[in-house]
């Protein structure tokens, strides 16, 4: 349960004002089709994010050592520092809709995905718990957490939340996360 929790809650923070949410947002103003939107986002994340986690596992199982657990330690301080950095998405960069809304969304999402700070955060996290079942469900829940309500919301739910502060509270959850890997690794906590 702590890999699927914790997925969760690493994800949504720093789901909060990314370039996929974003891009929910746009999605959302150009369809005005909340549900194929959430759908496409659905079954994009589960796709990624699985592939992700298993990657991540995969790794860890592979590279068991002292060493990649600091790395992992690591890269979750890394993505606390990244955390802290607001994302832009250009109403230029937006996918021109030509396929409905559902496999625009499906399509999009699964793309920008690709190289987020979220899925390499589930890279992380299927690499800290071996868990990919529970990885892909925590990170996919946490990315609907954070998007449906910015596909009907949009841009009143931007206005109103202070992104600065989330970023914070995201990139502090990070941190200590990192933390608690490299103190375990260490084995302070023995």
């Given at each position: 349960?702590?890999?699927?929790?914790?997925?969760?809650?690493?994800?949504a923070?720093?789901?909060?004002?990314?370039?996929?949410?974003?891009?929910?947002?746009?999605?959302?103003?150009?369809?005005?089709r909340?549900?194929?939107?959430?759908?496409?986002?659905?079954?994009?994340?589960l796709?990624?994010?699985?592939?992700?986690?298993?990657?991540?596992?995969?790794?860890?199982?592979?590279?068991?050592s002292?060493?990649?657990?600091?790395?992992?330690?690591?890269s979750f301080?890394?993505m606390?520092?990244?955390?802290?950095?607001?994302?832009?998405?250009?109403?230029?960069?937006?996918?021109?809709?030509?396929?409905?809304?559902f496999?625009?969304?499906?399509?999009?999402?699964?793309?920008?995905?690709?190289?987020?700070?979220?899925?390499?955060?589930?890279?992380?996290?299927?690499?800290?718990?071996?868990?990919?079942?529970?990885?892909?469900?925590?990170?996919?829940?946490?990315?609907?957490?954070?998007?449906?309500?910015?596909?009907?919301?949009?841009?009143?739910?931007?206005?109103?939340?202070?992104?600065?502060?989330?970023?914070?509270?995201?990139?502090?959850?990070?941190?200590?996360?990192?933390?608690?890997?490299l103190?375990?690794?260490?084995?302070?906590?023995?």
């Open positions: 349960m702590e890999a699927l929790f914790t997925s969760t809650a690493v994800v923070l720093a789901e909060i004002g990314d370039k996929t949410q974003l891009l929910a947002i746009l999605l959302a103003t150009r369809f005005n909340p549900v194929p939107i959430i759908l496409g986002i659905l079954f994009a994340t796709a990624n994010h699985a592939l992700a986690a298993l990657l991540g596992s995969s790794a860890a199982a592979f590279l068991d002292p060493v990649f657990r600091y790395a992992i330690g690591l301080i890394a606390a520092a990244w955390t802290l950095i607001p994302d832009k998405f250009e109403d230029d960069d937006a996918p021109k809709p030509r396929f409905g809304a496999l625009t969304t499906l399509v999009a999402f699964f793309l920008v995905e690709m190289g987020d700070k979220t899925q390499v955060a589930t890279i992380a996290l299927g690499a800290q718990y071996h868990d990919v079942v529970a990885v892909t469900a925590g990170t996919t829940l946490g990315m609907m957490i954070a998007n449906v309500p910015a596909i009907f919301l949009g841009h009143e739910l931007l206005k109103r939340v202070v992104l600065a502060k989330v970023r914070m509270v995201a990139a502090a959850l990070f941190l200590v996360i990192g933390l608690w890997v103190v375990q690794t260490a084995g302070w906590l023995s």
